[in-house]
């Protein structure tokens, strides 16, 4: 074998330094399969182009973000369960008592609270009316009875038949004692006539008043859940989906929600809704008398009911005095003079009407209290038996 010229030797070696050195400072191109993506150089000035190619594995599937808030778990989780239990109450019953009244259809709301059909709204919504048209949250339409209403508190109960075989959902009554400012409460209704419309807030007051056909009812609960016209006798929940109260005003300028909504406690509710239901009035003990507020002391008597116990005790209004002008004309003239002015009831001073009326129904029918009464310019003692009231108010 012959030896390989050195010259030979010197091309190999040098060519194989050449094929490390290029190996060594170029770029190493992985397969194609491989290859997420190339970057082409651009024009100068211009930003590197990317171009998308095959890749081994698909890009995972970005997916939204479900999850929920503790407020928004609440907010579900209570309408579902009490939604079905709110029904839209219409005065008009029927196309053609709209067309022979002449009136518009009015709504309101109200809770089923009994499985046998029992519904709690507010007297306001169903004054006047003996049947009102309810409708159901999937869209039936029964007519309901007005069974009981009670216009001192603003409460009335509404009684259906529902279908034989329909279960309908109850709302559970709650403790409005335990309402504090701060506590979350939802309110469920037909504002406008859209029907079981929620909307939620917090209690913003407890304890306000209201004054209702002469009245003053306590311990009003104040919220700032939106409260429209048709949400009156609909419920105002706590976050457990009980009833804590019975929404029934807004104060506003305009007559819309502005933030302060009233609802009447649950608790008065309690010790109304078994007097509707078994008498369908409220019974209270009474005298007899309508009474209006002087501005200096004391409580003006307007009226004494005929056969009243107030009228058998001897209390007096005002007179109507007749003066003859001649010529057949004829002046009535009431004598404000006349009526006797109630100063005490046992003993304690009469400031407000709401005082006078919340003392006398703290009693019981056939007990007796004592008025102080100015007539004439003296102050005189008159003992007054208390009965039943013999209206629905």
């Given at each position: 074998m012959k030896a390989i010229p050195k010259n030979v030797l010197s091309f190999l070696a040098l060519n194989s330094l050449a094929g490390l050195f290029l190996a060594m400072t170029l770029p190493v191109i992985p397969p194609a399969e491989a290859v997420s993506h190339v970057t082409r150089?651009?024009?100068?000035?211009?930003?590197?182009?990317?171009?998308?190619?095959?890749?081994?594995?698909?890009?995972?599937?970005?997916?939204?973000?479900?999850?929920?808030?503790?407020?928004?778990?609440?907010?579900?989780?209570?309408?579902?369960?009490?939604?079905?239990?709110?029904?839209?109450?219409?005065?008009?019953?029927?196309?053609?008592?709209?067309?022979?009244?002449?009136?518009?259809?009015?709504?309101?709301?109200?809770?089923?609270?009994?499985?046998?059909?029992?519904?709690?709204?507010?007297?306001h919504v169903v004054a006047g009316s003996q049947n009102v048209r309810i409708t159901l949250w999937d869209g039936t339409n029964l007519q309901g009875v007005v069974y009981g209403v009670d216009p001192q508190t603003d409460l009335a109960i509404v009684k259906i038949e529902p279908p034989k075989g329909m279960k309908l959902t109850v709302l559970p009554l709650g403790d409005s004692e335990q309402m504090e400012v701060g506590r979350k409460v939802l309110a469920i209704g037909n504002p406008f006539g859209f029907d079981r419309t929620l909307t939620d807030g917090i209690v913003s007051s407890v304890g306000r008043t209201i004054e209702e056909n002469n009245r003053v009812i306590k311990g009003i609960i104040q919220t700032d859940a939106a409260i429209n016209p048709g949400n009156s006798g609909g419920p105002l929940l706590d976050s457990a989906g009980k009833?804590?109260?019975?929404?029934?005003?807004?104060?506003?300028?305009?007559?819309?929600?502005?933030?302060?909504?009233?609802?009447?406690?649950?608790?008065?509710?309690?010790?109304?809704?078994?007097?509707?239901?078994?008498?369908?009035?409220?019974?209270?003990?009474?005298?007899?008398?309508?009474?209006?507020?002087?501005?200096?002391?004391?409580?003006?008597?307007?009226?004494?009911?005929?056969?009243?116990?107030?009228?058998?005790?001897?209390?007096?209004?005002?007179?109507?005095?007749?003066?003859?002008?001649?010529?057949?004309?004829?002046?009535?003239?009431?004598?404000?003079?006349?009526?006797?002015?109630?100063?005490?009831?046992?003993?304690?001073?009469?400031?407000?009407?709401?005082?006078?009326?919340?003392?006398?129904?703290?009693?019981?029918?056939?007990?007796?209290?004592?008025?102080?009464?100015?007539?004439?310019?003296?102050?005189?003692?008159?003992?007054?038996?208390?009965t039943v009231n013999t209206t629905s108010a």
């Open positions: 150089v651009s024009q100068p000035g211009k930003a590197p182009i990317k171009l998308a190619q095959k890749t081994d594995k698909p890009a995972p599937a970005v997916k939204p973000d479900t999850r929920l808030s503790e407020d928004e778990q609440i907010n579900i989780r209570v309408y579902k369960a009490a939604n079905k239990a709110v029904v839209n109450v219409s005065t008009i019953s029927s196309p053609e008592q709209t067309l022979i009244s002449g009136g518009r259809e009015s709504f309101g709301s109200g809770s089923i609270i009994s499985a046998d059909g029992f519904i709690l709204t507010n007297n009833i804590i109260g019975i929404n029934t005003a807004i104060k506003s300028v305009s007559g819309q929600s502005a933030g302060i909504g009233l609802a009447i406690p649950i608790n008065m509710a309690k010790n109304i809704i078994p007097q509707l239901i078994a008498h369908h009035r409220v019974i209270r003990p009474e005298m007899g008398v309508d009474v209006a507020l002087l501005s200096d002391r004391g409580l003006r008597v307007l009226k004494v009911a005929k056969g009243s116990t107030a009228e058998a005790a001897g209390l007096t209004g005002p007179r109507l005095v007749q003066y003859n002008l001649g010529n057949g004309f004829v002046l009535n003239q009431t004598d404000w003079g006349a009526a006797d002015t109630i100063l005490e009831v046992d003993g304690q001073p009469v400031n407000t009407i709401d005082g006078f009326f919340s003392y006398i129904e703290s009693k019981k029918p056939n007990q007796t209290v004592t008025l102080t009464i100015l007539r004439a310019g003296r102050k005189v003692k008159i003992p007054v038996k208390l």
